[in-house]
Nanobody, 121 residues
Framework: QVQLVESGGGPVQPGGSLRLSCTASGQIYSIGTMGWYRQAPGKERELVAQFTRSGSTDYADSVKGRFTISRNNTKNTVYLQMNSLRPEDSAVYYC???????????????WGQGTQVTVSS
């Protein structure tokens, strides 16, 4: 089994910053894509930022220039530095990873439990 554990959410004022962390553990042979999604009440889950299989990064247009994704491969951990936060960034943030548990079986997608980010004055 594979577990993704997130941390770092919470309340913050507009213009403030937060840093989210997500660590993958368990039976991991290799990780492909890994990144962050978010879901606000009444809205669909959307991609925020991720590392692709090639190691490049994708960002939602709404967070470009404000959010930065980074990772520590030795710790199977990905981070999301969120600056200049806005009320519309409020959502549950979910970590997602594409994981091979063995090299000869196709990968599965795993999700963390989610961490709430609330941007409000």
């Amino acid at each position: 089994q594979v577990q993704l554990v997130e941390s770092g959410g919470g309340p913050v004022q507009p213009g403030g910053s937060l840093r989210l962390s997500c660590t993958a553990s368990g039976q991991i042979y290799s990780i492909g894509t890994m990144g962050w999604y978010r879901q606000a009440p009444g809205k669909e889950r959307e991609l925020v930022a991720q590392f692709t299989r090639s190691g490049s990064t994708d960002y939602a247009d709404s967070v470009k220039g404000r959010f930065t994704i980074s990772r520590n491969n030795t710790k199977n951990t990905v981070y999301l530095q969120m600056n200049s936060l806005r009320p519309e960034d409020s959502a549950v943030y979910y970590c997602n990873a594409e994981v091979w548990i063995v090299h000869y079986v196709r990968p599965n997608a795993y999700w963390g439990q989610g961490t709430q980010v609330t941007v409000s004055s």
